[in-house]
Nanobody, 118 residues
Framework: QVQLVESGGGLVQPGGSLRLSCAAS????????MGWYRQSPGQQRELVATISATGKTNYADSVKGRFTIARDNARKMVYLEMNTIGPEDTAVYYC????????????WGQGTQVTVSS
């Protein structure tokens, strides 16, 4: 069982920056590919970015060049640095842990709201 707790969401102006954090409670943090997903009202949850235990990253086209995902295996933390934020980035952002041994095992955080508005 993995518990994920996100933080760092809030209200940000267009063009601004925000850093989301996710704390994971597990003794096997490196056994999980970590990721950030987001969901806007009326929309399906979508991938934002993922990062493997060795640091290999994958990004949605919509955030490439603007967002950066990082992880600290020693602290069991995952981060999402968001720059040049636009109104289209308004969503609830969820932290995800996906087992590298069993693709059916996924854990989700409770989500953190990011609202982009002037």
């Amino acid at each position: 069982q993995v518990q994920l707790v996100e933080s760092g969401g809030g209200l940000v102006q267009p063009g601004g920056s925000l850093r989301l954090s996710c704390a994971a409670s597990t003794t096997a943090f490196t056994a999980y590919r970590m990721g950030w997903y987001r969901q806007s009202p009326g929309q399906q949850r979508e991938l934002v970015a993922t990062i493997s235990a060795t640091g290999k990253t994958n990004y949605a086209d919509s955030v490439k060049g603007r967002f950066t995902i990082a992880r600290d295996n020693a602290r069991k933390m995952v981060y999402l640095e968001m720059n040049t934020i636009g109104p289209e980035d308004t969503a609830v952002y969820y932290c995800n842990a996906a087992s590298i041994f069993d693709t059916s095992i996924n854990y989700w955080g409770q989500g953190t709201q990011v609202t982009v508005s002037s």
